[in-house]
């Protein structure tokens, strides 16, 4: 069985795991308004009449020659996406971006792109056959991701953090630990089902408000599916739960049955010798 202390430093992992989940996805919530009103400014944004000589609210675009583009697949995977832009005239640009497609992942030295300028900052490019691609701090896309990292997020801290906590006032009880472990790992699931959505949504191009229309009918099957858990494992449905005690000790085995006894002989002959048979009279 495991030991207590690898019991407690497990559930305070969960309990750190939940805090800084839940920190995270209320944070992202907060950040869904601002986040749609930025995209709204860009969508709405006029083009420049003149080149800007200072960054504007205005799109300006320009057309830069790639010097170099860096994928990051095989080496510095932990870095973003990133390439360099070198405009007609002037210094080269570095520019990160979120994902690698569509236009990143196509990119070769000495192509020929077109970047959107908004605010003094490259936040779109496109190639020479009209393929988008939003830079990292491209506002287009933004609300969607705050809004599935929250819907992500805060289901994870909150079974992470209600089980934590359910098996740290129930120690020695397993039915109740076993319920906690139900409650925690059914919410890295629904969870999980926001980051599929995220994806589903952000690969096809959907509207913001398809997060929610898709995780919703799948995050409430998962509670209902963590409600039964719960009730079976609260119930000791899901373990053995023999009890203990002399009552429930295991009954010594039954002695032997000994072999039947020989019926024993009587009479004469007995000594195992044989009886010559009577002589008749003569």
């Known amino acids: 069985m495991e030991s207590a202390g690898r019991k407690a430093v497990r559930i305070s992992v969960w309990l750190l795991i939940g805090v800084v989940a839940l920190i995270v996805g209320v944070a992202m919530s907060f950040q869904v308004g601002g986040a749609r009103e930025r995209e709204r400014e860009f969508l709405a944004a006029p083009a420049c009449a003149s080149v800007p000589v200072k960054a504007s609210g205005c799109l300006w675009e320009q057309e830069f020659t790639v010097e170099s583009a860096d994928t990051n697949r095989r080496k510095h ?41 908004w605010h003094g900052q490259i936040v779109e490019v496109r190639d020479a056959d009209g393929r988008r691609q939003q830079t990292s701090v491209g506002p287009v896309g933004w609300p969607a991701d705050r809004l599935g990292g929250a819907l992500a997020c805060i289901p994870i801290g909150l079974a992470a953090v209600a089980g934590g906590l359910w098996a740290l006032f129930a120690r020695g009880d397993r039915r109740h630990t076993a319920a906690a472990t139900v409650v925690r790992w059914h919410g890295v699931a629904i969870g999980g089902a926001a980051l599929l959505t995220l994806w589903a949504q952000s690969a096809n191009d959907w509207p913001i408000w398809a997060i929610p229309a ?23 449905e899901l373990e053995d739960d023999a009890p203990s005690g002399p009552q429930g000790a295991t009954p010594p085995p039954p002695s032997p049955t000994p072999p039947p006894a020989r019926p024993s002989a009587s009479g004469p002959g007995s000594d195992g010798s044989r009886t010559p048979p009577a002589s008749g009279s003569g």
Request: proline residues 11%; charged residues 20%.
């Open 77 to 117: 995977r932990r870095k973003s996406p990133a390439a360099v832009l070198v405009p007609p005239a002037g210094d080269s640009w570095y520019v990160t971006f979120r994902r690698t497609g569509p236009v990143l992942s196509e990119m070769e030295p000495d192509d020929k792109v077109v970047g959107v300028i």
């Open 214 to 236: 898709i995780w919703g009918p799948v995050a409430l099957p998962l509670l209902a599916c963590m409600t039964g858990f719960v009730i079976a494992a609260l119930r000791g």
